[in-house]
Antibody, heavy 120, light 112 residues
Framework: QVQLQESGPGLVKPSQTLSLTCTVS??????????WSWIRQHPGKGLEWIGY???????YYNPSLKSRVTISVDTSKNQFSLKLSSVTAADTAVYYC????????????WGQGTTVTVSS | QTVVTQEPSLTVSPGGTVTLTCASS?????????PNWFQQKPGQAPRALIY???NKHSWTPARFSGSLLGGKAALTLSGVQPEDEAEYYC????????????FGGGTKLTVL
């Protein structure tokens, strides 16, 4: 079965760029049929969708984060990545990657999440 | 900015029935918003329960069901178990020129 695993630095300095990678196992991103999402959860708060990418490279972002977000895909490594620029303490959160079915938008598989703290 | 609203908290007795709802600031929720429901327990990643309004995943217990109710998406738990105590989130998909996804604020369900 498909599994997702987030990886990246757990600590990022303010004003720098947060970079995370999600590695997909048990399935191929390039086979199509799915959107690949990033979601975050601030401490003690709800879920916030950041954006998603299709294997072709088409991207869709949360309008409130769009100016700072870049999501990319590397089909050769079966990975997709998140870059969030100009981070502040407000970007401290648990970051999840997830898969959504194309067409039915069923977000069925999630990674375990990775905690990112923004602090000097 | 689109807002998706859920009840902040609900309490239900074991064996009882409870309905959680999910409303959109843009108007009535329809099947075209492909409502999803997730369960999250402390320290865990969210787990998908329902997609496209009422479809269950293979792992979704039979006591969970999804529907549209009065212009909102709804998640009904029938025969609630103690292990159902958790935070529940809905998700709505907004199509159009700039497709995007919005999560509801979550409902804390207490089984008491």
């Amino acid at each position: 079965q498909v599994q997702l695993q987030e990886s990246g630095p757990g600590l990022v300095k303010p004003s720098q760029t947060l970079s995370l990678t999600c590695t997909v196992s048990g399935g191929s991103i390039s086979s199509g049929g799915y959107y690949w999402s990033w979601i975050r959860q601030h401490p003690g708060k709800g879920l916030e969708w950041i954006g998603y990418i299709y294997y072709s490279g088409s991207t869709y972002y949360n309008p409130s984060l769009k100016s700072r977000v870049t999501i990319s895909v590397d089909t050769s490594k079966n990975q997709f990545s998140l870059k969030l620029s100009s981070v502040t303490a407000a970007d401290t959160a648990v970051y999840y990657c997830a898969r959504s079915g194309y067409g039915q938008h069923n977000m069925d598989v999630w990674g375990q999440g990775t905690t990112v703290t923004v602090s000097s | 900015q689109t807002v998706v609203t859920q009840e902040p908290s609900l309490t239900v007795s074991p064996g009882g029935t409870v309905t959680l709802t999910c409303a959109s600031s843009t108007g009535a929720v329809t099947s075209g918003y492909y409502p999803n429901w997730f369960q999250q327990k402390p320290g865990q990643a969210p787990r998908a329960l329902i997609y496209s309004t009422s479809n269950k995943h293979s792992w979704t217990p039979a006591r969970f069901s999804g529907s549209l109710l009065g212009g909102k998406a709804a998640l009904t738990l029938s025969g609630v178990q103690p292990e159902d105590e958790a935070e529940y989130y809905c998700l709505l998909y907004y199509g159009g020129a700039q497709p995007h996804v919005v999560f509801g604020g979550g409902t804390k369900l207490t089984v008491l």
